[in-house]
């Protein structure tokens, strides 16, 4: 199985630090991982991962699901035989965290990335 689970979803904020603001009123917690350009909460039961990202002036609208796959290199490789294109390449984003984000042939965006606290939460069941 390749799309082992939904790991991440991340939104696109051109205003990075209003953006942190508001979903720490909104979720009650702030967030627990900052790095230049990102934000990123824990949440609900099974601390599903929501990200922020700061999208600069030319934002992004909409919603990028990242699936958790083992090995985000070797599966970017197949989809792009697959006949997807490069949205974001590959990206090591510290503590083990790697994604990147396809357009598949139908225009939607495909995030994928390797987990540690997907694989974390899921030895715990």
């Known amino acids: 199985m390749t799309l082992r ?6 939104y696109f904020a051109a205003d990075l630090s209003a953006a942190c603001a508001w979903y720490t009123e909104v979720t009650g917690v702030e967030p627990y991982f900052r790095r230049p350009g990102y934000a990123e909460w824990r949440l609900g039961d099974h601390e599903a991962e929501l990200g922020i990202i700061e999208a600069g002036t030319a934002a992004a609208t909409g919603a990028i699901l990242y699936w958790h796959v083992d090995d985000v290199e070797t599966t970017l490789t197949r989809l792009l035989s697959l006949g997807a294109t490069v ?20 225009g939607n ?15 715990k069941s």
């Open 109 to 123: 965006l495909l995030g994928i990335m390797h987990n540690p606290h997907y694989l974390d939460e899921l030895a």
């Open 5 to 10: 689970g939904m790991a991440t979803v991340s």
């Open 87 to 106: 949205h974001e390449p590959l990206q090591h984003r510290g503590h083990g965290f790697i994604t990147a984000t396809v357009l598949d042939p139908f």
